[in-house]
């Protein structure tokens, strides 16, 4: 009996040991990307250049540091073409806003005339009659009241005037910050990219042999469940593609292709999708009056989520083994700790989570904390 309740306060120790190591882990690595984060996106950077800086090694027989220019300045001289490209792409959307949203403002405040002609007159002219018929002291109560919303809304409004020029305020100061951040990026990735065996090898020899076996296996785990998840998102979001751009050819928008293109892109921000570009566009058409464009953009819509709930298992699956409900829920879980960014981190979560699962650590642990040994 004494044995057994020994084996077991053993055990809960080592149970609790694991949740306090991984706590501060957790913990070291919040604050390490909250105070260091310029440096966490070279080493992104570095890691993603890196086989394209070994082959050059290898094959070009180039020294580290010239493999390493060349790709850096190949991977932003390809930044600043997408940036270009987005940016002509840009000017052509804000020429065409400017020749055709001035005459979808017309329709609009039209529209708006007409309602308050055909509306809001005839309710008004009701109300007045119902205002004069009510006793003076009945009369003033209501007057107060509407000065005192007036007052209400005048205050809202200047508060968000005021919430908007701060916000406007902290971003100009902001861009001498980010200039700073964006050159502290460039830096680390050059010398992370320069010097990565030497790090590898280095820090590697930290930990015992059977701790470098376990992290060589959870990083190739990690590689390979990256490039899963960036494959069924390519194909999903090719597919979306697809459709877009063919149902936006056969409504007849304007630049079909290029509209695919950028919806497509949307689509791959998680939990948002394609409906952070149709809700906004389908809620406009409406309220301008153009309800056939609207019901055809909806009915897409439609097609566009049917389409992704039915498939978005099957290549979930296929690719990575996770359900779109884990994902679904891993992104709450980071919306509720982390907020609207906490979102956009789902990705890296389910990454990580998945590549935990598929190197067995789970179960090494579970050994670790019933026998004391780690195999």
């Known amino acids: 009996m004494i044995i057994t309740q020994n084996r077991l306060g053993k055990q809960m120790f080592r149970f609790f040991l694991l949740i306090v190591v991984s706590c501060l882990i957790l913990f070291s690595f919040y604050y390490i990307f909250t105070y260091l984060y310029p440096f966490v996106i070279a080493l992104l950077f570095a890691w993603l250049l890196n086989p394209i800086i070994s082959l050059c090694t290898n094959k070009l027989h180039l020294s580290r540091t010239i493999a390493t220019c060349l790709a850096l300045l190949t991977f932003f001289l390809l930044l600043t073409l997408l940036i270009s490209i987005s940016m002509v792409e840009t000017v052509q959307a804000i020429h065409y806003l400017n020749t055709y949203v001035p005459g979808y403002f017309r329709e609009l405040f039209e529209l708006l005339n007409n309602w308050i002609d055909t509306a809001l007159m005839p309710f008004y002219e009701r109300i007045s009659g119902m205002f004069d018929r009510l006793r003076l002291d009945q009369q003033t109560t209501i007057i107060e009241q509407i000065h005192h919303l007036l007052n209400r809304l005048a205050e809202f409004g200047s508060g968000l005037l005021e919430v908007f020029f701060i916000k406007l ?63 069924a998102q390519l194909i999903l979001s090719g597919f979306s593609l697809i459709t877009l751009a063919f149902g936006l050819f056969i409504i007849r928008v304007e630049h079909p292709f290029i509209l695919a293109l950028l919806i497509s892109l949307v689509d791959l921000i998680p939990l948002l999708g394609t409906g952070l570009c149709f809700v906004p566009w389908l809620i406009y058409l409406f309220l301008s009056g153009n309800y056939a464009l609207t019901i055809q953009l909806a009915i897409l819509y439609g097609v566009i989520i049917i389409q992704r709930q039915i498939m978005e298992p099957k290549i979930m699956a296929e690719q990575m083994g996770v359900h779109p409900l884990v994902v679904l829920m891993i992104a709450f879980g980071s919306f509720q700790i982390f907020g609207i960014f906490g979102v956009l981190l789902t990705p890296g979560f389910v990454i990580v989570l998945q590549a935990i699962q598929a190197t067995d650590l789970p179960r090494q642990l579970w050994h670790y904390i019933v026998t004391g040994e780690y195999n």
């Open 169 to 231: 305020t902290n971003i100009l100061l902001a861009i001498p910050n980010m200039l700073s951040v964006i050159i502290f990026i460039l830096l680390g990735t050059f010398f992370f990219s320069k010097d990565w065996n030497e790090l590898q090898h280095k820090y590697v020899k930290i930990f015992p042999q059977k701790g470098r076996e376990g992290l060589s296996s959870l990083y190739l785990q990690l590689k390979k469940t990256f490039f899963r998840y960036v494959k």
